[in-house]
């Protein structure tokens, strides 16, 4: 489904990818962990194709993402979903009107159609009550849940989450996360998640991966990787779980 090659990728002269290389398999849920502001979020716009890399190979779903051109990565971007790390809700739009409106701006279904899709996005995440309701009007749990309706009305074949967890409690940091990994298992939705959180790393993950300084340090089962004798994992992730 995804796979990156030996990916390089500088701002300004500082190297941020220095030759990162990992796959993702169809249905897999990838969780990428490591120190602020070593390039995770970097990762996500490669996958999605707001940025392109200065060397190496970042292929999403069969097509290189650094020769794709502008009307095939429209296309291709039908089949993704992006979860903002603040929810990026419109603030003058209604929970229902914000979750139609990539259905508006990028398909040519009816309105029947596109209410149909946002009903069954809104159900999958609890929120069918809130639908005439505005971003200021809910909670900050809340608009992550609309954001995640929003990523999933197109019905996408992989979903990117930048940091599931910012700005939210524990207690509903950990229903965000069940509800990805519920998400998951239901439609089988490929998926790249950034986190800082251990816990939804436990969660939502399938494999972890831990790097820093552009480079990948270790990737496997989650359990595995926070147990793990790697010393500069350790460091980063704390005490091994019991």
């Not at 716009?45 to 292929?59: C, E, N, R, T």
């Not at 790390?85 to 409106?101: E, G, K, P, R, T």
């Not at 300084?213 to 270790?218: A, R, V």
């Not at 089962?221 to 994992?233: A, F, I, M």
Request: aromatic residues 4%; charged residues 20%; glycine residues 8%.
């Amino acid at each position: 489904m995804i796979k990156l090659e030996n990916v390089y990728k500088a701002f300004s002269g500082q190297q941020v990818l220095d030759g990162l290389s990992f796959d993702v398999a169809e249905g897999e849920s990838l969780v990428i962990m490591g120190p602020s502001g070593a390039g995770k979020s970097v990762i996500l716009k490669h996958i999605i194709g707001l940025l392109q890399a200065d060397g190496g190979l970042v292929d999403v779903m069969g097509h290189n993402m650094s020769t794709i051109n502008s009307n095939q990565l429209q296309v291709l971007r039908r089949d993704m979903g992006y979860l903002f790390q603040h929810s990026a809700l419109i603030n003058w739009l209604s929970v229902y009107d914000n979750i139609a409106l990539p259905l508006r701006e990028t398909t040519d279904l009816s309105a029947s159609e596109i209410n149909a899709r946002v009903m069954e996005a809104l159900e999958l995440v609890y929120m069918q009550d809130a639908q005439q309701k505005f971003p200021s009007e809910i909670s900050g749990g809340m608009q992550k849940r609309v954001g995640l309706a929003r990523a999933l009305c197109t019905r996408p074949k992989l979903l990117l989450y930048d940091e599931p967890e910012a700005g939210l409690d524990p207690e509903m940091s950990g229903e965000i996360s069940r509800m990805i990994r519920r998400l998951k298992e239901e439609l089988g939705v490929t998926s790249v998640t950034v986190t800082h959180s251990v816990n939804c790393a436990l969660t939502i993950g399938d494999t972890l991966a831990v790097f820093e300084h552009g480079k990948l340090l270790l990737s496997g089962p989650p359990p595995e990787v926070l147990n793990s004798d790697h010393q500069r994992v350790r460091e980063f992730l704390g005490a091994p779980i019991d």
